[in-house]
């Protein structure tokens, strides 16, 4: 397990977590395998360790609207938010390669957050940095032009 805290070193170091963190378990998944489904409970904090995780949401008239990705050295922003909220999850995460995690248990993560600052720190500040990507990305798409957009998303293509 040790080995797979190498994306995460301030959470490994701080000596408040160890013994929190012996709870968390690793998870391996294939690709296209559901991490969470609309309206399901929130039961772990995940973290990814490696892969990649679409976090998408289905309209009424079954289009997919991908929100963001979690990849190396990530936390779901959502699953962050449920677990914060006591909520259960309003979109759904689907692996698009094959992805190990380290899952910790709600009731640890809530553990972690009021006795570790690190894990405070670490919590907060990956919430903070993706809901400053939301905005820009609703700023891009409701103000950027369209010729503008499309370009951008197809360089973007081409490079992952």
């Known amino acids: 397990m040790d080995s797979l805290w190498h ?7 701080d000596p408040a977590l160890a013994p929190i963190l012996a709870s968390a378990h690793a998870i391996t998944l294939p690709p296209h395998a559901h991490v969470f489904m609309p309206g399901a409970p929130c039961q772990n904090y995940l973290l ?16 997919e609207v ?12 959502l699953t962050t938010s449920c677990l914060l909220g006591a909520t259960r999850y309003p979109a ?6 094959d992805v190990t995690a380290i899952a910790l248990p709600a009731v640890e993560f809530n ?16 919430l903070g940095r993706r809901l400053a990507d939301v905005i820009a990305r609703m700023e891009e798409v409701a103000c950027g032009p369209v010729d503008g957009r499309l370009a951008a998303t197809l360089l973007s293509l081409t490079r992952d």
């Open 7 to 13: 994306n995460f070193p301030d959470l490994r170091t």
């Open 48 to 63: 990814v360790v490696r892969g990649s995780v679409r976090v998408q949401l289905l309209t009424e008239n079954g289009r």
């Open 66 to 77: 991908v929100l963001y990705h979690v990849r190396d050295g990530d936390s779901c922003v």
């Open 92 to 97: 759904g995460g689907i692996t698009e390669t």
């Open 111 to 126: 553990r972690a957050l009021a006795q570790s600052e690190g894990f405070r720190r670490f919590v907060f500040g990956n």
